[in-house]
């Protein structure tokens, strides 16, 4: 008989749900997106749509209809009635008796949440801080997938030296990104992040930054960072889905500029608070 | 209203199985290993836990109590009744709202499965194709964790070349290991494979076949390959644990020795038997 077991409890493996003969929890065959909506409209809801194609094709996930997938965020939205949501989904290869080869013809497996963004408006008051660890990832960065156990074991890693956020430090010596954030400096008036070819995701809080910035007339480089330049930047931020601009006032236990959230940051906070309404 | 979605289906989030908030689901954020049986008796169980113990400490799941682990897999296996029995048993951080920061004091989560092990006498007669691809994977690939990823694309590039299993090639140039095995060259009375240092899983089954190298008074080296020197050798096997020694009789196309599984690989297949009994 095939048998499975939950904690101490025995099933028979024919009886099982499908989520717990999911590709997602076997292999972390699958790719995700998290959106959010302002006031009751979804922020850049074409942009992680066409984020997830890419992460899609990268994992060669094939058979998954945009449209479909359009409509289902739209159908649980309208259901949540939540002005200010974090919408959380996920598509998996299919679920099936555990293979590294996938069977043919898996039906993908859709997945979504949305719950309230809590009140962040304190991060953006006070700043975050942040510590560096390193940055163990795999080499597609780039596909938004569902291995995320580097991510993980950094934010943990933060988490106990009381930081809100690890940012990560490849084997070159160079910052990639948060853990789950983008991650900036700023000197004087230019704004610095690593290029997209630095194994990172590209991220789409990055794109309207990039937009704010201009809009600002600030210069913007793309070029990674070493720890020793973030410490010395005049100010440091995060971009996050959630929370946009999250401005970053301690660096591995160093103050950044005042300690306190920057002039250019505060400006883009507000400048990017433009493109939510 | 919190609101999840699973396929097409709107559902309370309140209500949802909580194997949908496993974060092995989330983030692959768990740890697992796999044994068998060879006529009713579990091979190497001491050696699988330990690793286990190992894997569960590189990932920082605390609280896991080992011989609950030992008692539940010999409890399903008893349950099961199958003599040669595969058997899959993870262990996640637990379930929750999806957040990267792990809440304090999750209770983790452990699912098992017992299926039979197919007839695989042919594999070992034919011998196994195989065909090189990059290594992506994370750079703790010592613990056995549920971010498998990189090899399902791995074993999905194989299978469409027709091959049975994808042989890792990293960054330098080097073999590591294969999507889901060990590698091993065989060069003379020589066998080689590339060390535990090369960011591999330390194999079991390369354990009990260095072991066996020694019974036959063969040399083992621990030197990693590449692909030059692996088409260069005189025989080719993998290291699996539900089939423990398989001959590689082609390597990217290219036959190796006679193309039919070699005089040395078909003694360790004989050697290792005697541990399975």
Redesign the interface.
């Known amino acids: 008989?095939?048998?499975?077991?939950?904690?101490?409890r025995?099933v028979d493996?024919n009886q099982l749900?499908s989520?717990?003969l999911?590709?997602?929890?076997?292999?972390?065959?699958g790719v995700y997106e998290v959106l959010r909506s302002y006031n009751g409209k979804i922020f850049a809801l074409d942009d992680h749509l066409a984020r997830f194609t890419d992460s899609l094709a990268g994992?060669?996930i094939d058979g998954v209809d945009m449209n479909q997938i359009r409509s289902?965020v739209l159908?649980?939205f309208d259901?949540?009635?939540?002005p200010n949501a974090k919408i959380?989904?996920?598509v998996t290869?299919g679920s099936g008796?555990?293979d590294?080869?996938?069977a043919v013809n898996m039906n993908p497996?859709?997945?979504?949440?949305?719950?309230?963004i809590g009140d962040y408006s304190k991060s953006k008051i006070n700043g975050y801080t942040v510590s560096t660890y390193?940055d163990?990832?795999?080499?597609?960065c780039w596909i938004k997938?569902?291995?995320?156990?580097?991510?993980?074991?950094a934010?943990?890693d933060?988490?106990k030296k009381g930081c809100d956020e690890a940012i990560l430090v490849d084997e070159n010596g160079l910052i990639t990104e948060g853990?789950?954030s983008a991650f900036f400096a700023c000197v004087g008036r230019t704004i610095q992040t690593a290029p997209t070819s630095a194994n990172i995701l590209p991220s789409i809080t990055r794109k309207y930054t990039m937009k704010a910035a201009h809009n600002l007339g600030l210069a913007f480089i793309e070029k990674s960072l070493t720890p020793e330049q973030a410490k010395n930047a005049d100010e440091l931020f995060l971009g996050v889905t959630t929370k946009d601009i999250i401005p970053v006032v301690k660096f591995d236990n160093l103050a950044i500029g005042s300690a306190a959230p920057g002039p250019i940051t505060r400006k883009l906070i507000s400048e990017f608070e433009k493109f939510t309404k």
Chains 1, 2 share one sequence.
């Open positions: 008989m095939n048998v499975a077991m939950i904690d101490d025995i493996a749900d989520s717990y999911d590709r997602g929890l076997y292999f972390g065959d994992v060669e289902r159908k649980a259901t949540a009635k939540i959380y989904f996920h290869r008796p555990r590294h080869n996938p497996n859709f997945f979504l949440t949305i719950s309230e390193p163990l990832r795999w080499k597609k997938s569902l291995n995320l156990l580097p991510n993980v074991l934010k943990m933060a988490a853990s789950s």
